[in-house]
């Protein structure tokens, strides 16, 4: 069975670091890309970025580019999502994804469980 | 903003049949695909593609696009299809994705 399995949920200060964790399993995970998904409460979704772990190619949603760093441990099947510096903003679940199908039909599955950010002094 | 636009909410009685859509100008090169969520739970893919369903989606989902619009349509709705339905393809650029904005579907 595919499956993303995500790190526990948080709970942060302003200004700390952080980095959450999407482990793949049921398939080759150099051999897809792994994007990361934002929803604040109460809102809708966001596309944050996407990383090909075969060779940790980056690309951010314009919107997100230089507020996280998206990265990947190939030999460990994980990727990741960090910040450097929380707000209170970036209190969300986050969702990571695996990229299926080529252009010009993608979609995204499966999603993991998420990962619940709370930001707060 | 996003570059992909839904309504934000659509309602249907039980048994009957629902399109929710999505516009953007990317959809003329790319097929958009369909997530359900329903609450408390990560989204889910519907419909991918020209009209393709993942194994365990009933077969009363199916998509299709014209122009620059792509559609999700439920034929028989049932109350269990009560849910948020968001629309994802790439952007204008080609080179990032995006979410519509959300459809929250209520089945009377």
């Known amino acids: 069975e595919v499956q993303l399995v995500q790190s526990g949920a948080e709970v942060k200060k302003p200004g700390e670091s952080l980095k959450i964790s999407c482990k793949g399993s049921g398939y080759s995970f150099t051999s897809y890309w792994i994007g990361w998904v934002r929803q604040m409460p109460g809102k809708g979704l966001e596309w944050m970025g996407i990383i090909y772990p075969g060779d940790s190619d980056t690309r951010y949603s314009p919107s997100f580019q230089g507020q996280v760093t998206i990265s990947a441990d190939k030999s460990i099947s994980t990727a990741y999502l960090q910040w450097s510096s929380l707000k209170a903003s970036d209190t969300a679940m986050y969702y990571c994804?695996?990229?299926?199908?080529?252009?010009?039909?993608?979609?995204?599955?499966?999603w993991g469980q998420g990962t619940l950010v709370t930001v707060s002094s | 903003s996003s570059e992909l636009t839904q309504d934000p909410a659509v309602s249907v009685a039980l048994g009957q049949t629902v399109r929710i859509t999505c516009q953007g100008d990317?959809?003329?090169?790319?097929?958009a695909s369909w997530y359900q969520q329903k609450p408390g739970q990560a989204p889910v893919v519907v419909i991918y593609g020209k009209n393709n369903r993942p194994s365990g989606i009933p077969d009363r989902f199916s998509g299709s696009t014209s122009g620059n619009i792509a559609s999700l349509t439920i034929t028989g709705a049932q109350a269990e299809d009560e849910a948020d339905y968001y629309c994802n393809s790439r952007d204008s650029s080609g080179n990032h994705w995006v979410f519509g904005g959300g459809t929250k579907l209520t089945v009377l």
């Open positions: 994804v695996r990229r299926c199908g080529t252009r010009p039909q993608n979609w995204f599955d499966p």
């Open positions: 990317s959809l003329r090169n790319y097929y």
